[in-house]
Nanobody
Framework: QVHLVESGGGSVQAGGSLRLSCAASGSTYYRYRNCMGWFRQAPGKEREGVAAIDTNGNTRYADSVKGRFTISLNDAKNTLYLQLTSLKPEDTATYYC??????????????????????WGQGTQITVSS
């Protein structure tokens, strides 16, 4: 199984920065062969994709966060990161880490939406005040 645990959320003023971490563990977590992603859900809204990274390190970002957020993966530590800068009140949401596992490699076109990710963390809250 796979266990994902997010951390690093909190409250910050607009313009501030945070770094989220997602520690992955479990006997079926294959390093170097996964797609990992960050999603977020604001109150009353649907969950949306924020950023994703594939086996080759290719990344994709939602238009709303391009240039402000950076996704990265430390394979040695089995940890996914999301660096958030220039935060805005509209970034307020619960942020979730997700994983799509593959022993043959995973690529961005295989991880387009939340339906493509089978494993999820419990979420971490970010609140951005104006």
């Amino acid at each position: 199984q796979v266990h994902l645990v997010e951390s690093g959320g909190g409250s910050v003023q607009a313009g501030g920065s945070l770094r989220l971490s997602c520690a992955a563990s479990g006997s079926t977590y294959y390093r170097y062969r996964n797609c990992m992603g960050w999603f977020r859900q604001a109150p009353g809204k649907e969950r949306e994709g924020v950023a994703a990274i594939d086996t080759n390190g290719n990344t994709r970002y939602a238009d709303s966060v391009k240039g402000r957020f950076t996704i990265s993966l430390n394979d040695a530590k089995n940890t996914l990161y999301l660096q958030l800068t220039s935060l805005k009140p509209e970034d307020t949401a619960t942020y979730y880490c997700a994983a799509r596992l593959s022993d043959a490699g995973c690529f961005l076109h295989q991880a387009r939406s939340e339906r493509d990710f089978a494993h999820w963390g419990q979420g971490t809250q970010i609140t951005v005040s104006s």
